[in-house]
Every structure is written in C-alpha cells, then in structure tokens.
C-alpha cells in the first residue's frame, strides 16, 4: 500500500472511530444524568453482555472472513454473503437465548422485567448484527462508507436518547430500545450500498462454516479468557462492592474510552494492512507494519494518560458531582489500554501468520493475571483495583503474545516463509 493511501485510510479509520467513541460518550453521559449512579451501574452490567456478545462473533465470524479474505480461493461474493448469513443466524440465536434467560430469571428470581427485556433483546440482536456488517466493511477498507453509516447511526441514537429526555421517558429500557431501533435503517443502507458485493448460497454457506470454525475455534476459546478481565471487571466490582461502583466503572470506562477511539481507529487500518502486508510482500514487511503500529500507539496513549492524571477530575463533572472523586481510577484505566492495546496489536502478526492458536496463550495469562488480581485487591483497595488488576492482565498478555510471535516468526523463517 502506498503511503498517501495508507494515512488517508488511518484518517478515515480514525475518523470514523471518534464517532463511534463519541457516540458511546455521549450515550453514557446522557444516561448518567438523568438516571441514579446505580441505575447507570445495571446499564453498564447489561452491555458488557452486548459488548461480550460481539467480540464472540467477531472471533467465531469476522476473524476467519480477515484471514481468508485476500486469499484468491476466498475473493467471491459468495463468502462474503456465507459471513452475512452465518452473523444472521448467530444474531437471531442470541435474541432467543436472551429471552429464555430473562424468562427464568423472572420464573426463579421473582423479577418482574416486562418489556425491558425485550428492548434489551431488540439491542442485543441489532447491534451484534450492525457491527459485523461493520466489520467486513473495514476489512475491505471500505472506510468512506463506514464513516457514513456511523454517523447516521450517531445521530439517530442521540436523537432518540434527547426525545426521551425531552419527554421525560429515559429509563434503561427505553434506552436500549432506541439503541437497537437506530440500527435498522443503517443496516438497510448497509446492504444498499454492497448489494452487488454479495451472494446468498446456504449449501455454500455451510461449507464456508466448517472451514471458518476450524480456524476460529482457538480464538474463541481464547478470547472467552481474554476479554473476561475486563467485560467480567463490572460485574466483579457489583459483586464486591455494589451498583454504585459498577457505575463509577462504566463512568471512567466512557472517559478513558477516548483513548480506546484511538486504538481501535489504529487498529482498524493496521490489522487487516498487516495481514495483507504478509500475504503480498512477506515477512519483513509485515514486521515492519507491526512495530510502526505499536510506535503510533504506544507514543499517543503515554500523552493521553498524563492528560487524564492531571485534568480527569474537572471532566467527570459533567456527567455528576460524584464522579470527580474517582480521578486516578481514571488514571488507572488509562494505564491499562496502553498495556492491553500491546498484546492487540502483536496479535496482528498472529493473525497475519494465520496462527489462530496463537492467541490462546497471551488469553489465557491475561485472565489469569487480572482475575486473580482482582480478587485479592478490590477488597483491599476498592474500586481501584479493578484498575489495577486489568493492568496486570495486558502485562501478561504482551509478555506471553510477544514471546508466542517470535516462536512463529522464527518457525516461519525456518518454514523459508519469504522475507523479502
């Protein structure tokens, strides 16, 4: 890739993830306002199932289409709508399985949740859907059109939020409602735009399943321990200490998720360029792709983090006199994305290398280290901890993703895997 074309997409890419993190920001703020710290703390819990939710599908769904992708065997209409239908199924059986599960816990926990259950659902369902429609999209660096329909998806999901604040109606349920609702005339103009991309053969389709589950496997099991630590950390801290700091969680969470828009914009144009790197120029290429990635990163967040050290308190005002108080958990966070977003980006040369398996390792200690951690220290030092304990967890993950890379790199190179 060219370097003109390659910034212009980084600035697309990152671009369009200030609109996603804005979004989020915006969404969080509104509902921090106008509903009790402990009600943020229950809408906070509830999307670290939806947040669970699509980072399972993009492992079992979107990982093995970025894989493929530029393989000649894979440059068909055909799988990229074998992926559309398998997101679909996978979406709808997610829908179902939450239903079942609201309908024990009203049977058994004697709660009465009515239709939030089903705006939950329509939530769940919508965005999960949405965002591997998304996804695809990024991985044929389709950057122009992803910004438009994130923007769309923005100001539909803000307008709808401000309607109910207007009238008087934002709960958690109606929330969710218009968060899902939003998604449906974006995913529309989704299929407008890349209809003639796509085609729908179901026997194709299942063929293209066996193949992807065999690649995907591993990273599903090991993203299920890798993401833990940090969906799982809410729900630990409810345990430990209660809504209220489950809330002041997803408060600093919407904060430091500035920095997380960054990441995630990076990684958006250096994950699929690094793969493509190794598949059209080799070894060398790719390890270049990889370390310029973590230098632009690594080189941003360490700013991002001394800004928030010194200057968080004064924005936690806006979303309640309460949260200044909790400034060096910001802090804190802020650490651990830089110590995370290390190991994402070394996984990059894992997937380039097509080692799905390799991811397992680097999950599996950043679990380890962050729940073990978190255990021992949210009753010591409250809900700072959890903080700390995350931190722990991206060390482990970089240390172990970082050995595993250079076992496969040195395997390739033994393998006359081209470097040149």
Same mark, same amino acid.
């Given at each position: 890739m060219r370097f003109n074309e390659k910034w212009h997409n980084g600035i697309l890419a990152l671009a369009d993830q200030m609109v996603v993190s804005f979004t989020s920001f915006v969404t969080l703020l509104l509902v921090a306002k106008e509903c009790s710290q +402990?009600? =943020?703390?229950?809408? =906070?819990?509830?999307?670290?199932?939806?947040?669970? $939710? /699509?980072?399972?599908?993009?492992?079992?769904i979107g990982a093995?289409?970025?894989?493929?992708?530029?393989?000649?065997?894979? /440059?068909?209409?055909?799988?990229?709508?074998?992926?559309?239908?398998?997101?679909? =199924?996978f979406s709808l059986c997610l829908g179902v399985i939450a239903i079942i599960a609201s309908i024990l816990t009203e049977a058994f926990g004697k709660i009465d949740l009515g239709a939030n259950k089903f705006f939950f659902t329509l939530a769940l369902v919508c965005v999960v859907f949405r965002e591997q429609t998304r996804v695809i999209s990024t991985i044929d660096f389709q950057y122009v059109q992803i910004l438009i329909l994130d923007i769309a998806l923005s100001a539909c999901q803000i307008l709808g939020?401000?309607?109910l604040i207007m009238n008087d109606r934002l709960t958690?349920?109606?929330? #969710?409602?218009?968060? %899902?609702?939003?998604?449906?005339?974006?995913?529309s103009g989704w299929f407008w735009f890349n209809s003639n991309r796509l085609e729908f053969q179901w026997p194709q389709s299942l063929v293209d399943w066996k193949g992807n589950w065999t690649y995907s496997k591993w990273l599903i099991l090991a993203r299920v321990f890798g993401i833990l630590p940090f969906l799982g950390m809410p729900w630990l801290i409810w345990a430990f200490l209660g809504n209220e700091d489950a809330g002041a969680y997803g408060v600093c969470s919407s904060l430091v998720g500035i920095s997380l828009?960054?990441?995630n914009g990076v990684n958006n144009m250096f994950q699929p360029l690094t793969i493509r790197e190794m598949h059209e120029k080799g070894l060398r290429a790719m390890l270049s792709t990889l370390f310029e990635s973590i230098l632009v990163v690594v080189s941003v967040l360490t700013v991002f983090s001394i800004a928030i050290l010194f200057?968080?308190?004064?924005v936690l005002t806006i979303y309640g006199k309460q949260y200044p108080t909790y400034r060096w958990l910001c802090f804190l966070m802020s650490i651990s994305v830089c110590?995370?977003?290390? +190991? *994402?980006?070394?996984? #990059? %040369?894992? $997937? $380039?290398?097509? @080692?799905? /398996?390799?991811?397992?390792?680097?999950e599996i200690a950043c679990f380890t280290a962050a729940f @073990?951690?978190?255990?021992?220290?949210?009753?010591?030092?409250?809900? #700072?901890?959890?903080?700390?304990? *995350?931190?722990?967890? %991206? @060390?482990?993950?970089?240390?172990v993703t970082a050995f595993t890379l250079r076992f496969r790199i040195m395997s390739a190179m033994t393998a006359n895997i081209p470097s040149q």
């Open positions: +402990s009600d =943020v703390g229950v809408f =906070v819990l509830l999307w670290t199932i939806i947040h669970f $939710a /699509k980072t399972a599908q993009e492992r079992m093995p289409y970025q894989a493929f992708a530029y393989r000649g065997e894979f /440059k068909r209409p055909s799988y990229r709508g074998s992926v559309i239908m398998h997101s679909l =199924v939020l401000g309607f958690i349920g109606w929330a #969710n409602l218009v968060l %899902g609702i939003s998604c449906l005339p974006i995913i828009m960054f990441v200057f968080s308190g004064e110590c995370v977003s290390i +190991s *994402t980006l070394l996984g #990059n %040369g894992l $997937a $380039a290398l097509g @080692v799905s /398996k390799g991811y397992f390792w680097g @073990v951690s978190a255990c021992i220290l949210l009753p010591l030092l409250g809900v #700072n901890g959890a903080a700390i304990a *995350t931190t722990l967890g %991206g @060390v482990a993950a970089t240390v």
